[in-house]
């Protein structure tokens, strides 16, 4: 039985791994054949296979690559990474290209988009999980990255190791504006919330921008896995339809913090 970092979502204990499950000794959570294990009780609702989808079509092309650069130099290779909210584990996998030996955990609560994450990813360890609930010991991880995902606070300061950091990307206000303006007839900017203060100690902050030129399949992509999706009329999606090439601005903020 080998130990991990992860403990039981029902009795918080620390759970063990015997190659085929997860175990407290009281409670057993199996291994899925892609890799996965599913620690969230009760079940939550994920993103759907439709934004799963449109999420990995967009990827394939690394779009975003300005942005994962921009978080590289907060990760150092004897990092344990947890990324809360980790999608297909696009992030993770950048990570682990330039830094093979990093131990990274990736934490979602939609199924269909952890298991896309664990069979492209074979050596990181992926988790269906409530993110408000953390199944993830005390004080046992060195980087938390949270990128466009809702986050406790009070559960990043629990599974932070002292001096560890939370890494954390939200839009910008310009995020997506061209994109916008085709969609909506009157624009409205994005708010950008405030730093978080005490426990966290903000130590770096940064907007990145930057220019993706998407094509018709891209900018579909893109579309598709944006709240845009559902709250766009039908003639501003046919609009959108028509649409062969648009250059999009990326805008993010990108804040680190650590852990006093
Ligand atoms: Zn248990």
Redesign the pocket.
């Given at each position: 039985m080998k130990q991990t970092l992860l403990r039981?979502?029902?009795?918080?204990?620390q759970l063990y791994f015997n190659n085929v499950s997860y175990s407290?000794?009281?409670?057993h959570f199996d291994k899925a054949k892609e890799g996965y294990v599913n620690l969230c009780i009760p079940p939550i609702k994920g993103d759907d296979s439709h934004l799963v989808q449109a999420r990995e079509d967009f990827f394939l092309k690394n779009p975003y690559e300005p942005l994962m650069n921009a978080i590289f130099p907060w990760v150092t290779t004897q990092d344990v990474v947890l990324d809360m909210g980790c999608g297909i584990g696009s992030y993770l996998k950048y990570l682990k290209d330039k830094l093979p030996l990093l131990t990274t955990i990736g934490f979602d609560g939609s199924k269909i988009a952890i298991k896309k994450a664990s069979k492209s990813d074979l050596n990181g360890q992926y988790v269906v999980a409530n993110i408000n609930s953390c199944p993830i010991i005390d004080h046992s991880i060195d980087v938390v990255l949270s990128v466009f995902a809702p986050y406790q606070i009070s559960e990043v300061k629990r599974v932070l190791k002292p001096g560890g950091r939370l890494i954390c990307v939200e839009p910008g206000i310009n995020h997506l504006v061209e994109l916008k303006s085709v969609l909506y007839p009157s624009l409205r900017l994005n708010e950008v919330s405030e730093p978080l203060k005490t426990p966290l100690n903000l130590i770096h902050e940064e907007n990145v921008n930057f220019i993706i030129s998407c094509d018709h399949s891209l900018l579909m992509s893109l579309f598709q896995m944006t709240p845009y999706a559902y709250t766009t009329s039908k003639e501003a999606q046919e609009k959108l339809s028509s649409i062969s090439h648009l250059d999009v601005l990326a805008s993010f903020v990108l804040r680190v913090y650590e852990l006093h």
């Open positions: 039981c979502p029902i009795c918080q204990k407290c000794g009281k409670h």
